[in-house]
Structures are given as C-alpha cells and as structure tokens.
Nanobody, 112 residues
C-alpha cells in the first residue's frame, strides 16, 4: 500500500501561481500513471494532468499552457506547477497513482 501526501495549496489571486507536491511513500516508477485531479465545489473529480512511467504528459484542455506536471523519481515526488490561475481553478487537488491510490487532497482557492 502506498501513501500519497499532497501539499502546496493555498489562497492566491487570479493570475498567480502555486506549485503542488505529491510525496509518495515508495518508488513512483512502479506505477503506470501518476495524475493530478481537480474537484471543484459541488462537482465531480476530474483529471487535469498526468505523467506516465515513460515520462509522457497529458493535460485537460482547461489547463493546457498554464499547468505543468513533473516528477522527481529520486524523491518519489510528483509536482503540479500552476500558473495564470483562474477563479475556476478553485477546489481540492488530489494526487493519484494509477487512479487506485489517492492522497487526502490539498485546497486551492483563487480569488478574483
């Protein structure tokens, strides 16, 4: 069983930036896909960014050009750099390994 711990959320003004971190309790290369999900208030959880074991990345259309997913395999950590934040980016952000293991989430609030 792997534990995922997110951090880096907070309150930021529109146009600002945040970097989220997801620290895994074990090696992340054992997973096919590491992903970041966004759950806005009252809405379903949606994938915003993913990175495969081979390093390929994929983004939701709503965040393309603004968010960047990356990883540090040695630190077993996945990052989500969030730039040009918008109020609609507000919500909880969850880290996932193979959509099977989940962290507890970190809250992001973007004020207009």
């Amino acid at each position: 069983q792997v534990q995922l711990v997110e951090s880096g959320g907070g309150l930021v003004q529109a146009g600002g930036s945040l970097r989220l971190s997801c620290a895994a309790s074990g090696p992340i290369f054992r997973f096919n896909v590491m992903g970041w999900y966004h759950q806005a208030p009252g809405k379903q959880r949606e994938l915003v960014a993913a990175i495969t074991r081979g390093g390929m990345t994929n983004y939701a259309d709503s965040v393309k050009g603004r968010f960047t997913i990356s990883r540090d395999i040695a630190k077993s950590t996945v990052y989500l750099q969030m730039d040009s934040l918008k109020p609609e980016d507000t919500g909880n952000y969850y880290c996932s390994a193979d959509s099977t293991h989940w962290g507890q989430g970190t809250q992001v609030t973007v004020s207009s």
